[in-house]
């Protein structure tokens, strides 16, 4: 390491908080190393035992201006999560790329232009709006089954959870009775590292365990999809089930294992990250009941508040890109094959940003959060997140005159995922 580079480095403590799926458990604690690294050093080079070095990006600007330069910041050419020196040795023996999956997500230019263009029409406002009232159904149904619960629940567990699982699987068109399978996958892949989540939580430090853990349940989510994709393919319905499975690419048809990482991705990010931003959403008003009634009494106040309850979780705390050729963002040189982390995490809390950052407010003229991401890149799912929360909160505030915490909260153990895995509330009815 040179001097230069060393001058840059991120203080040791922090650098070890950032890369470990624990700290996340205590985002406080995140939110304050994050904090000093805006203010102190914007882009920061984290080198700690265990992961490969890399730059994080902790300013909004900066992370704004790298997304809109994707032949430069590229998705494909090292991982776009974060995981450990030996884990990332060990993904690519097993699929000869730095991806556990390979989705548009790790894809780059027209290749991620083609795959991103067979779902994109799908999740547009318009399309999206159309399903509004199925959507509102599948609310009331859940607000229904809460408010049987004489006034206590896990709120994470008891809604937040299978509300999102519901919408997406019935838009994929995966059968109501295999929603839990899908949800217990999806937390062993997110959760992988969290000992009430994981498969093996315990053992998920050694490599080699931890590539036979996620290359099971990947494998349980192919053996799945597989079967979907046949069955659309022989019998197509109305769903998004049937589009990717009868998908072209380049005039040809989609292979399986293409289809497959795809059902998995619309599968796991369509319901996880709006669990999240749900939960955080009551979480906060159980803490402030001020703004509880300030809704409750002006509903058109709901947008705000899930967008103020996106940026305050950002379920998606971060993805990482790889530096193409030498390059200068705001006044800081990477160089060809560096490997960045955007910090969605860190840029919602801004300060240059967002006035009074770390409160949760609805009064924010313009909410500029970026948890979706940005550029050509932003999450393809965004307008069916908001709306999914926005007709919860329409259906459930009325019905509930208090709310308050009534145990001990916690979140997700996960670098790349994380938000409320507990979320213990007493509530009552209007």
């Known amino acids: 390491m040179s001097n230069e580079t060393q001058d840059l480095a991120a203080p040791a403590e922090m650098a070890a908080r950032l890369v470990n799926p624990a700290s996340f458990g205590d985002p406080a604690t995140l939110h304050a190393d994050l904090a000093w690294l805006r203010g102190h050093q914007p882009v ?62 790790n894809m780059d230019g027209a290749e991620h232009r083609a795959y991103r263009s067979l779902v994109q029409s799908w999740f547009m406002p318009g399309n999206v709006k159309k399903l509004t009232d199925d959507i ?31 919408v997406i699987m019935s838009i994929l068109g995966v059968p109501e009775e295999d929603e839990q399978r899908m949800l217990m996958l999806t937390q062993q892949l997110f ?10 939580a315990d053992a998920m430090a050694d490599p080699d365990t931890a590539i036979k853990v996620f290359g099971a349940v990947v494998a349980d989510f192919h053996a799945y999809f597989s079967n979907i994709t046949a069955s659309r393919r022989a019998e197509p319905r109305d769903d998004l089930a049937t589009i990717i499975a009868n998908a072209m690419i380049d005039g040809k048809p989609i292979d399986e294992r293409a289809a497959n990482d795809f059902y998995i991705l619309v599968a796991t990010a369509g319901h996880d990250t709006t669990s999240a931003s749900t939960a955080g959403a009551i979480w906060a008003l159980a803490e402030r009941p001020a703004l509880l009634a300030e809704v409750k009494a002006n509903p058109d106040l709901i947008p705000a508040l899930v967008d103020e309850a996106i940026r305050w979780v950002t379920p998606v705390k971060h993805f990482m890109r790889a530096v193409a050729r030498d390059h200068e963002v705001n006044g800081h040189h990477y160089k060809a094959g560096d490997w960045v982390m955007l910090s969605y995490m860190s840029a919602n809390r801004d300060e240059a940003v967002f006035d009074d950052p770390f409160e949760f407010r ?65 509530f009552t009815q209007s």
């Open 136 to 166: 509102r159904e599948i609310a009331r149904a859940h607000v229904d089954r809460m408010m049987g619960l004489s006034g206590e629940c896990d709120f994470v567990a008891d809604v937040a959870l299978h509300y999102p699982l519901h």
């Open 362 to 426: 609805l009064d924010r003229p313009a909410n500029k959060q970026i948890a979706f991401g940005y550029g050509p890149h932003l999450c393809v799912g965004q307008h069916l997140a908001r709306l999914e929360m926005k007709t919860l909160f329409e259906e459930l505030l009325p019905r509930i005159e208090s709310l308050e915490i009534a145990g001990e909260p916690a979140w997700t153990q996960a670098t790349l995922v994380s938000g409320p895995k507990r979320l213990p509330i007493r």
């Open 44 to 105: 920061s080079l984290v080198d700690t035992a265990g992961v490969d070095p890399f730059w994080l990006v902790s300013r909004h600007g900066d992370i704004m201006d790298i997304e809109r330069q994707p032949d430069i910041f590229r998705n494909g050419d090292l991982s776009t999560v974060l995981i450990g020196s030996p884990m990332l040795k060990a993904v690519e023996n097993a699929t000869g790329c730095p991806h556990l999956t390979r989705n548009m997500v």
């Open 191 to 200: 959760g992988a590292r969290d000992p009430e989540l994981s498969r093996k």
